[in-house]
């Protein structure tokens, strides 16, 4: 174990999360305030009892099979301020304090930019920072 | 084809969307209004087709194989308001209007209906209708 979050027995309520056989679970992060949905990821459980623990969005990367605390490349990190389950235990819901309001790596507030209208998907949200401003300095 | 969805090449819009290797994106389900999270559900390209010709909430259910048409049973139908796409194109937003006010098939408004306070998951949604009055008359 690299790191000290309670994984284990001593967290029963991580054990009533429905992990799948690859041990994640999709989470939905909204804005604590507005209620807008700003991203979707997945967390195993040492992301969740460690999001809970730190007190903020901490999620596992499956495309790089790491842990990925949210804003450690562009400061933009998520103050969790409540943390939900759906009615069959297989989903996460994080509601947060989305700090520098861009939650998206476009530089958009919500990763849901995106709005079908007719048969387009229309972008409706502006880029509040540019991305190569918000990364510069850090590896992606 | 059992149905007449228009799922091929004259959607593109369809075809931006990257679904899995199993044709399935996941859905979030939030009120269009007051930005609650409903429920966590999965989408094919019919069932995201169909939606957005019929104006409800229309998804694909894993566990049972077939397009589940939110309200077949219950008469909780949503109306679909809108319909956003993330940044990676890998899952969809619906913003609706939950008919009835009840999402979850347990009665409650919502699935996300309890909450981590320390180490337990609390219930706090009251069950709005008894779901055997919800259901009755109807195949589960």
Chains 1, 2 share one sequence.
Not at 103 to 116: M, V
Request: charged share 25%.
């Amino acid at each position: 174990m690299k790191v000290a979050a309670d994984t284990g027995s001593q967290s029963p309520w991580l054990e009533q999360v429905k992990w799948s056989d690859e041990g994640l679970v999709p989470v939905i992060t909204q804005d604590y305030r507005s209620g807008r949905v700003l991203t979707h990821a997945w967390l195993n459980r040492e992301a969740l009892a460690l999001a809970v623990s730190e007190g903020r969005a901490i999620y596992w990367s499956r495309s790089r099979s790491k842990l990925w605390r949210k804003g450690e490349e562009s400061g933009h990190i998520q103050k969790l301020h409540g943390v939900y389950l759906d009615c069959d235990g297989d989903t996460v819901c994080y509601q947060v304090e989305q700090v520098g309001g861009i939650a998206c790596h476009t530089g958009r507030e919500s990763c849901f930019y995106r709005k079908l209208e007719g048969d387009d998907w229309l972008t409706i949200d502006p880029v509040l920072k540019d991305p190569d401003e918000i990364y510069s300095g850090a590896a992606h």
